[in-house]
């Protein structure tokens, strides 16, 4: 082997420790990126979360003053017949 293969084998080994070097900076700036989405995600699914629990309780509520407010209803069309029945 003469200088020239080795200063061109050396070059090449510096070049894949440079190509390692830069490999390994994008790996860890992606498993950051990947953290930084996993907590992202989880913050919000707990938000999601709390809001489909928000959602059922007004769904519940709907529902009850709904019933609630058909009932008053009944009574007042109840109320309303026997006024008509006194003044007819």
């Known amino acids: 082997m003469n200088l020239n293969s080795l200063d061109e084998l050396e070059n090449k080994i510096q070049t894949l420790i440079a190509m390692l070097e830069t490999l390994r900076n994008e790996n860890e700036k992606f498993k950051r990126d990947s953290e930084d ?3 992202r995600i989880t913050v919000l699914e707990a938000e999601n979360n709390r809001l489909r629990e928000e959602l059922d309780t007004l769904k ?14 009944e009574r007042i069309q109840s109320i309303l017949r026997r006024l008509e029945t006194v003044n007819s």
């Open 37 to 39: 989405k996993n907590s």
């Open 60 to 73: 519940t509520d709907t529902t009850n003053q709904k019933s609630k407010l058909e009932t008053v209803a």
